[in-house]
Each structure stands twice: as C-alpha cells, then as structure tokens.
Nanobody, 122 residues
Framework: QVQLEESGGGLVQAGGSLRLSCVAS????????MGWFRQAPGKEREFVAA????????NYANAVTGRFTISRDNAKNTVYLQMNSLEREETAIYYC???????????????WGQGTQGTVSS
C-alpha cells in the first residue's frame, strides 16, 4: 500500500499557472503508472494526465493537451503537474493516483491522495 499526498494548489487568476506535486511514500514500483484527476463540484471525476514511472510515457486529456505537463522525479518519489493558461472552468480538487496499468479510467487506480484544491478566478 502506497501513501500519496498532493500539494501546490491555491488561487490563481484566469490565464495563470499552478504547479502541483504528488509525493509517494511506501510501496512504489517502477512498472506502475501515476495519474492526475480532477473533480469540480457537482461534476464527475475526470482524467487529466498520466505517466509511466519507468519510461516516462505520458498521456493527456484532450482538454489539457498543450497547456499541462506531467513529469516525474523517481529519485524523489514525486510526480508533478504543471498547469498553464488555466481557465475558470478548471477550478476543481486535483487528485493523484497510482495504477498497475496505465489508464484514463479512475477505476483502474488503486491508491489515491486526498487532493489539493485549485481555484481559478476571473
């Protein structure tokens, strides 16, 4: 069982940036993948981005491609999400999670952090 903790959320103006971090402690395997999801009030949890811990292969939701960048520093057991050109509609709680198989579906992920709030004002 791995413990995940997100940080880096906050309040930003539309068009601004946030850099989220997810630190993993405990059991983390190089064959696993890490993903970022977000959930706005009254909306379904949606996939944002994912990355394999071994080769660093990435996958992005269409809504964020070109603006967001997911990366990992395996020596620090940390995954990052750089979010640029943020829009009002992207206000949400952002979660990181771990899966044995890379996926865009939340049911594939076994371990989750508690989330960090990102708020975009206009």
């Amino acid at each position: 069982q791995v413990q995940l903790e997100e940080s880096g959320g906050g309040l930003v103006q539309a068009g601004g940036s946030l850099r989220l971090s997810c630190v993993a402690s405990g059991r983390t395997f190089s064959s696993y993948s890490m993903g970022w999801f977000r959930q706005a009030p009254g909306k379904e949890r949606e996939f944002v981005a994912a990355i394999t811990l071994s080769a660093g292969i990435t996958n992005y939701a269409n809504a964020v491609t070109g603006r967001f960048t997911i990366s990992r520093d395996n020596a620090k057991n940390t995954v990052y999400l750089q979010m640029n050109s943020l829009e009002r509609e992207e206000t949400a709680i952002y979660y990181c999670a771990q899966t044995e198989v890379m996926s865009r579906g939340h049911l594939a992920y076994n371990d989750w952090g508690q989330g960090t709030q990102g708020t975009v004002s206009s």
